[in-house]
């Protein structure tokens, strides 16, 4: 088993000699909020492995000419994808367990062709009979009270209506029509 990278072991000289740095200037990052390192019960910084990989990066954008104030975003932004990955991960083992508990439950809820809802096994269709779909929809509806309560297209009031049923056909119609 190898060091754990965050656990702060380094005291500022050494982190500073790993790094290749002067300490001052590892202070001086702390100060700034580039590189924060944790604070041993004497207030003395503690540096962890990945502090030391971080001071190295800052190190190599100085070099290539970034200015500290585009370290420092630049810092913030990889921290914030890191944060965002480890929470697609999270997010990616809870919808795969959920995934795995509704594929176990086997029931599946599908519209029918009245467009009322229907329980069915896993891989099971909904009845495809308009004989089947007139016993539980608006058909049996119509079919028992013939008289429904409409909303015509362009009218703002409600009106009664007598409707009928045409088995053969599968179509509704007002009372007078066939």
């Given amino acids: 088993m190898g060091i754990d990278v965050n656990a702060p072991i380094f005291v500022i000289s050494v982190a500073a000699e790993l790094a290749d740095m002067h300490p001052q200037t590892l202070r001086q990052y702390d100060r700034l909020g580039i590189v924060s390192p944790s604070r041993a019960p004497g207030r003395s910084r503690r540096y962890s492995q990945r502090d030391i990989e971080m001071l190295r990066e800052v190190q190599r954008l100085s070099q290539e000419g970034v200015s500290l104030e585009g370290i420092k975003r630049i810092m913030q932004l990889q921290q914030q994808v890191s944060g965002l990955r480890e929470r697609v991960d999270q997010l990616s083992a809870e919808l795969d367990q959920v995934q795995q508990r509704s594929a176990d439950m086997g029931r599946v809820f599908a519209a029918g062709l009245a467009g ?24 049996a509806l119509v079919a028992r009270s013939r008289r429904v309560m409409a909303l015509p297209a362009g009218k703002g009031a409600a009106v009664e209506t007598e409707l009928g049923y045409t088995a053969d056909r599968g179509e509704f119609f007002r009372s007078g029509q066939s």
């Fill in 116 to 139: 009322d809802v229907v329980t069915l096994s896993r891989g099971q269709r909904p009845p495809a009979s308009k004989a089947q779909a007139r016993t539980s929809g608006l058909a």
